[in-house]
């Protein structure tokens, strides 16, 4: 079974901290997306990435940062948390033909910031 | 830019009856549109997709979606409905620059018996 494997269901960080989300797809995908969920909003896009290093600036990218250091492995990187960061990241990666064959999303991380 | 209204926040329907959702979007072009639920808990699971052709496409658990070009809407309907439709549904459209999906704010369906 095809999966996107985020590393933590639920984290609790303080205010300051650098905080790392770690997403890994077991499917060859070259996408790979960040989304940031919150009620009355949907997901919004962080950013995403089309390649090895190779990055893109989503929808609402201030605060976030992005290492794809291996296909398989997208991180999502906080560098100094802030309680309006408290939310739910959703991972996600589709292939190149990403449009028919769909996106897969991982479970979700549930961050807390104190 | 692109954009998906789903104008229901919230809908409550008795179990049986009949369901829509509804979605509207703003785009250039002939979009892709999909819809998503999400159970409590869980990532996000697609349940249908449309591209072009038939514009009444079926999806899995029963759901089916109609596009209408002339209203820019993707409604997504059940004719009955199961306490375990219970979840959170998400309207999308891909990004003009293709790969990037664009998500409506969500209906919360709530299932009564």
């Known amino acids: 079974d095809v999966k996107v494997t985020q590393s933590s269901r639920y984290l609790v960080k303080r205010t300051g901290e650098k905080v790392f989300l770690e997403c890994v797809q077991d499917?060859?995908?070259?996408?790979m997306f960040w989304y940031r969920q919150d009620p009355g909003l949907g997901l919004r896009l962080i950013y995403f990435s089309y390649d090895v290093k190779m990055k893109e600036k989503g929808d609402i990218p201030e605060g976030y940062s992005v290492s794809r250091e291996k296909k398989e492995r997208f991180s999502l990187i906080l560098e100094s948390a802030s309680t309006n960061q408290t939310s739910m990241y959703l991972c996600?990666?589709?292939?190149?033909?990403?449009?028919?064959?769909?996106?897969?999303f991982g479970s979700g991380t549930r961050l807390t910031v104190v | 830019a692109q954009s998906v209204t789903q104008p229901d926040i919230h809908i409550t329907v008795s179990e049986g009856a009949s369901l829509e959702l509804r979605c509207n979007y703003s785009?250039?072009?002939?979009?892709?549109l999909f819809w998503y639920v999400q159970s409590p808990g869980q990532g996000l699971q697609l349940l249908l997709k449309y591209f072009s052709g038939d514009t009444l496409v079926q999806g899995i658990k029963g759901f089916e979606a109609e596009f209408k070009r002339s209203q820019s809407s993707f409604n997504l309907r059940k004719p009955s409905v199961h306490w375990s439709d219970a979840a959170e549904y998400f309207c999308a459209v891909v990004h003009k620059y293709g790969n990037k999906l664009v998500f409506g704010a969500g209906t919360i369906l709530r299932v009564k018996s």
């Open positions: 785009y250039g072009a002939t979009p892709y």
């Open positions: 996600a990666s589709s292939s190149l033909q990403g449009v028919d064959y769909g996106y897969t």
């Open positions: 499917m060859d995908h070259e996408n």
